[in-house]
């Protein structure tokens, strides 16, 4: 909820000609360097200039478009790096906040059957970020895309009636979770911000989802008294939320959504205590809080776009290294600088020299196996949504054959693979359509298959909208792998 506008039940309806185009006042920015930010109005939303504001002084191209645009294909998200869900009353908080409008992402089907959460899934699994701002936190919550512990996007938690039993507008202090993966606050210790809601108050259902929540850091901000603790005491917590949590993000980091309003502090004098504060110290910053949020993720974009990034099977190659609070950087700089990187020119160019296959079991020096399992299992911790939708149908024998994911072969972490069938199963972003990463990729299945393994490639798109045809595929393979061994047993 927001507290400039009061709720409505009723929104303007924008013609066929309006669809067609976006906002007139804030045309889309055609400059590929810079980031693309696109920020939904419409239904009763109502914090979308602020927060277009926030990303232009950020660097970042804003485009304001009304949801409809979306909904009925004349905008794409995929055009864009960040999706964000302004503050407001979307269908004046009618059946909750943000009730109406998650149902309307996850029910509603465009002309080729697909919602616009179909495209939300696809658009996170290829690396992009989606903000929500108090109802547009509400919305995503309601959605299931946070705190989304199971990556099967259904509801986990619920944000309900602040336990004051009022609307609260005040200015509230922000800690942020030191352990948080999320770009948003990188660098970010304490935020001061405005909140205005009547609904922040977060709910999770039980011990287990509240230890998962913990565990994984996502609860990324609490709410802190003036000595930046985390309290539970109001009105510094203001709606008395579980975990005193006033953000969440999903275990990617790459899905952020918090109560409190940050494109409300982009400037000094957006604060009410902004003189005094000048006046004790002149040198002041005159940039809010709230501005330090955008300014975080239109970098961490711009950094993507500055180079291409490695891709997430590999430790090594490309300049990868792997990371664990379990080995030091020189055990793993002495480890890796031995391992080779596979090219893709010519037979056999790329092959280990510290490792082999012995009767389908990996062996290597006990060294570099322990970076390279140190590896594989950060890398499980975090999985893409494409990854995890996927393990969910490998896991358990379901293919009558047992996978293991994120396993150590060669120089290689592959996502999944079962070793007795020799198949390895890769599950690929929109980074490696890219040409680097396409020639990076065929190099490390040539040295991969002529150790006697069968690569098989899906888009993130493919898991997410076509599982069927991913098993299918899996299933034929290893129908086809069974009968050669039969032919081979019994000539």
Same mark, same amino acid.
């Given at each position: ?6 709720? /409505? ?50 660097? &970042? ?38 009730? !109406? ?41 309601? +959605? ?31 800690? !942020? ?20 809601? #009547? ?15 913990? /565990?994984? /850091? ?24 579980? +975990?005193?949590?006033?953000? +969440? ?14 494109? &409300? ?37 711009? &950094? ?7 891709? &997430?099977?590999?430790?090594? #190659?490309? #300049? ?29 160019? #790329? ?62 972490? !592959? ?6 069938d020799k198949l390895i199963v890769e599950v690929d972003g929109e980074i490696h359509a890219e040409p680097s990463e396409a020639e990076y990729d065929a190099g490390r299945t040539h040295a991969l298959e002529a150790l006697g393994y069968k690569m098989l490639r899906f888009s993130n798109a493919e898991v997410l909208n076509h599982m069927d045809k991913v098993l299918a595929a899996i299933s034929d393979h290893l129908t086809q792998t069974n009968q050669t061994k039969r032919l081979r047993t019994n000539p």
């Amino acid at each position: 909820m927001n507290q400039q506008a009061t709720p /409505a039940t009723s929104a303007h309806q924008p013609t066929a000609e309006e669809l067609k185009q976006p906002n007139d006042e804030q045309p889309k920015i055609n400059d590929e360097k810079r980031v693309k930010a696109l920020i939904l109005t419409g239904f009763g939303i109502n914090c979308e200039e602020e927060v277009a504001a926030a990303y232009e002084l950020a660097g &970042a191209a804003a485009t304001i478009v009304h949801l409809n645009q979306v909904l009925h294909g004349y905008v794409s998200i995929h055009d864009y790096d960040t999706l964000n869900f302004p503050g407001g009353f979307s269908f004046g908080d009618d059946l909750g906040s943000g009730v !109406v409008l998650a149902n309307k992402l996850r029910y509603r089907r465009n002309a080729e059957g697909r919602t616009l959460l179909d495209d939300i899934r696809e658009f996170v699994a290829n690396g992009k970020f989606v903000l929500g701002i108090c109802n547009g936190f509400q919305v995503l919550v309601k +959605l299931g895309l946070l705190p989304n512990l199971s990556g099967l996007v259904r509801p986990e938690v619920t944000l309900t009636h602040n336990a004051s039993g009022r609307y609260e507008d005040r200015w509230v202090r922000l800690k !942020v979770n030191p352990n948080s993966n999320s770009p948003f606050l990188k660098g970010l210790d304490t935020l001061e911000v405005p909140v205005r809601h #009547g609904e922040g108050r977060l709910i999770i259902s039980g011990p287990a989802t509240l230890a998962h929540i913990e /565990a994984q /850091a996502l609860n990324c901000l609490t709410y802190a008294d003036f000595n930046g603790s985390p309290t539970d005491v109001y009105p510094y917590n203001p709606n008395g939320a579980d +975990l005193n949590c006033a953000g +969440l993000t999903d275990p990617t980091g790459q899905v952020f959504g918090l109560m409190p309003h940050p494109e &409300a502090f982009l400037s000094l004098y957006n604060h009410p205590d902004w003189a005094r504060r000048k006046r004790a110290n002149p040198g002041l910053s005159e940039e809010g809080d709230g501005l330090r949020l955008f300014r975080n993720i239109v970098a961490h974009v711009a &950094a993507l776009h500055g180079g291409p990034r490695s891709p &997430a099977p590999s430790p090594v #190659g490309r #300049g990868s290294q792997p990371t664990s609070q379990h080995s030091s950087n020189k055990e793993t700089q002495d480890v890796l600088q031995h391992v080779p990187r596979p090219t893709g020119e010519g037979p056999g160019v #790329g092959l280990p020299t510290e490792t082999s296959i012995v009767e389908n079991v990996f062996t290597t020096t006990p060294q570099k196996w322990k970076v390279l399992k140190e590896y594989g299992r950060d890398m499980r911790k975090q999985p893409t949504p494409a990854e995890e939708v996927l393990w969910e149908e490998l896991r358990g024998q379901k293919l009558a054959v047992k996978f293991r994911r994120q396993h150590a072969i060669d120089s290689y972490i !592959v996502d999944f693979i079962t070793i007795p069938d020799k198949l390895i199963v890769e599950v690929d972003g929109e980074i490696h359509a890219e040409p680097s990463e396409a020639e990076y990729d065929a190099g490390r299945t040539h040295a991969l298959e002529a150790l006697g393994y069968k690569m098989l490639r899906f888009s993130n798109a493919e898991v997410l909208n076509h599982m069927d045809k991913v098993l299918a595929a899996i299933s034929d393979h290893l129908t086809q792998t069974n009968q050669t061994k039969r032919l081979r047993t019994n000539p």
